[in-house]
């Protein structure tokens, strides 16, 4: 069993002891082919929830800062994490990007960039909608919704790929194309309030 599996089931036992996790839309996320798994951010467990729920290998970013602490440097890399610097453009992490796309594999984005204080949806960073127009990899948008309290429920829905096929062709912005992915996260949020 390799690290990303191990620590995979590690997360997922201790997630499910603490939270009743429910997840839904697992047959929207495409079983093969490069996928841009888009999510909203709430809580420092997103990343490990996002990694549980979903059916395949999610490779996330992760500050840079993070790969000079000497136990993660080594375990980072092996759970398919990823350096970006933080506040600026980084284009070795856009290449690295872009590569696990193009490489037909799953890269797990918070295009916030950081944790809602207040639990409500932020802006949307330009660097999602880079990834969504720059590859050819499906863009499924993923929400998080609930208090990470013990016992309590914690929903995470997984929906519908985003066609990008006009926004590639007219050469959308950036920015045009993360409010665009920010819109389907919103939709799920607010779509699944009981």
């Keep these: 069993m390799n ?11 201790f997630l499910k002891s603490m939270y009743k996790i429910d ?11 490069g996928i841009l798994l888009c999510s909203n951010h709430i809580n420092n467990f997103d990343p490990p929830l996002v990694g549980v729920a979903a059916p395949r290998d999610v490779h996330f970013m992760a500050k840079a800062e993070l790969f000079s602490m000497p136990v993660l440097k080594t375990i980072l890399p092996k759970i398919n ?14 290449r690295n990007g ?5 490489e037909g594999k799953v890269l797990g984005l918070f295009p916030e960039g950081t944790r809602s204080k207040t639990g409500q949806l932020g802006q949307g960073l330009a660097g999602a909608g880079f990834f969504a127009l720059k590859s050819e990899a499906a ?3 993923c929400a998080i919704k609930g208090e990470y309290k013990r016992g309590k ?11 990008f096929t006009e926004m590639r062709e007219q050469k959308a912005s ?3 194309a993360t409010n665009l992915i920010m819109l ?5 949020l607010m779509d699944s309030v009981s």
Excluded: H, W
């Excluded at 872009?98 to 193009?102: A, D, R, T, V, Y």
């Design 81 to 94: 994490a990823f350096p970006v610097k933080r506040g600026m453009s980084d284009k070795q992490a856009l």
């Design 23 to 33: 997840i839904q839309g697992l047959e929207n996320v495409p079983a093969d082919g």
């Design 184 to 188: 389907n996260i919103e939709k799920l």
């Design 3 to 13: 690290l990303y599996k191990f620590g995979k089931a590690v997360c997922g036992a």
């Design 174 to 176: 950036a920015k045009d």
């Design 98 to 102: 872009l590569s696990i796309l193009k």
């Design 153 to 163: 429920k914690i929903t995470i829905i997984f929906g519908k790929p985003i066609d």
């Design 139 to 141: 863009v499924v948008p």
